[in-house]
């Protein structure tokens, strides 16, 4: 295992329709966490799992937007009826309870 | 609300001249200061963190300081491939997930 990997890297899609993206963490780490970045911005945190349950959500993860972490092993990360302003970098990263966050290389989403 | 803010926005160096990025945050009880490497297209890449006033750490060419307000990334002689976006980010003392707040970047162009 050679650290966080993310799929797919790129996805263009339509207005309205729904994508779902996936994480494989480092193996052995416990968390997980979801973030957005858009252009010439940092990355902004949208939620994270320890195992398997879902501990917080930003108020930027509306009601389009869900995750899931089923075993405490990958997760999903789900927009519906996407919008244009979903248009970003979805980073995910793992680490272990108390350590410092490894991320992905991300999914650049476009919705057009 | 924990803010952090990174300046400059955008730095551009010729090779081998050194300078200072700088990140200045306002958190409550922060339990870390991260500095992460961005190279277009990928996830953040760590680099160091920082968890009291004082304390410093160096690899390579890069040097992050700490003080009670601010943190700095101190880069040495750069080079061409030192290119990229660096963040900053805080861990703070309330936050029992890890969570990490991100500036916005400093954009470093390094030119031979």
């Known amino acids: 295992d050679t650290g966080v990997s993310q799929d797919p890297r790129h996805k263009i899609t339509k207005r309205g329709q729904n994508v779902t993206f996936r994480c494989d963490p480092i193996?052995?780490?416990?968390?997980l966490y979801w973030y957005r970045q858009t252009l010439g911005q940092g990355p902004e945190f949208l939620t994270y799992?320890?195992?398997?349950?879902?501990?917080?959500k930003s108020r930027l993860l509306s009601d389009r937007f869900s995750a899931e972490r089923p075993k405490g092993s990958f997760s999903t990360l789900e927009i519906q009826r996407t919008e244009q302003g979903d248009s970003a970098m979805y980073l995910c990263a793992s680490s272990f309870s108390n350590g410092q966050l490894f991320f992905g290389s991300g999914t650049q989403l476009s919705v057009l | 609300e924990d803010q952090v803010t990174q300046s400059p926005e955008a730095l551009r160096l010729q090779e081998g001249e050194s300078s200072s990025l700088n990140c200045s945050y306002t958190v409550s009880g922060l339990r870390g200061l991260f500095w992460y490497r961005q190279d277009p297209g990928k996830g953040p890449e760590f680099l160091f963190t920082l968890y009291s006033a004082g304390e410093e750490k160096e690899k390579e060419r890069l040097k992050a300081t700490l003080t009670k307000k601010e943190s700095f990334l101190h880069i040495t002689a750069p080079k061409p491939e030192d290119s990229a976006t660096y963040l900053c980010?805080?861990?703070?003392?309330?936050?029992?997930?890890?969570?990490?707040?991100f500036g916005g970047g400093t954009r470093l162009m390094v030119k031979p």
């Open positions: 980010a805080v861990q703070v003392g309330n936050n029992a997930g890890n969570m990490l707040t």
């Open positions: 799992f320890q195992n398997e349950a879902q501990l917080e």
């Open positions: 193996s052995e780490h416990n968390r």
